[in-house]
């Protein structure tokens, strides 16, 4: 069973920035990426990324501002966040899949962590 775990989620100000990671179990995962889903909201796309060509999307919320990056060898996803704002607040979940190429939906990731709490506020 595949499993993965998120960290660096935390509190913050406005302006800040913030590292997440996620640890795969797994080692041949292919398209990884992070979603959010903000309090009260529904669960919304961040960013992914392939294995083989590191291919990168970015949701509109992220683009400019935060960079998915991940280390194959060591089976690690992050998100490093930069200028941080209050509507950036959401539980951040790290999300794998079996399959290869860019993907936006949710529902084609397999494989889900728990989520790590970001919150940022003055």
């Known amino acids: 069973q595949v499993q993965l775990v998120e960290s660096g989620g935390g509190w913050v100000q406005p302006g800040a920035s913030l590292r997440l990671s996620c640890v795969s179990s797994?080692?041949?995962?292919?398209?990884m990426g992070w979603f959010r889903q903000p309090p009260g909201k529904e669960r919304e796309f961040v960013a992914t990324?392939?294995?083989?060509?590191?291919?990168?999307a970015y949701g509109d919320s992220a683009r400019g501002r935060f960079t998915i990056f991940r280390d194959n060898d060591k089976n690690t996803l992050g998100l490093q966040m930069n200028s941080l704002e209050p509507d950036d607040t959401a539980l951040y979940y790290c999300?794998?899949?079996?399959?290869?190429?860019?993907?936006?939906?949710?529902?084609?990731?397999?494989?889900w962590g728990k989520g790590t709490q970001v919150t940022v506020s003055s």
């Open positions: 797994a080692t041949n995962l292919f398209t």
């Open positions: 990324i392939t294995r083989l060509s590191g291919e990168t």
């Open positions: 999300a794998g899949s079996d399959t290869e190429g860019i993907i936006r939906w949710p529902t084609s990731y397999e494989y």
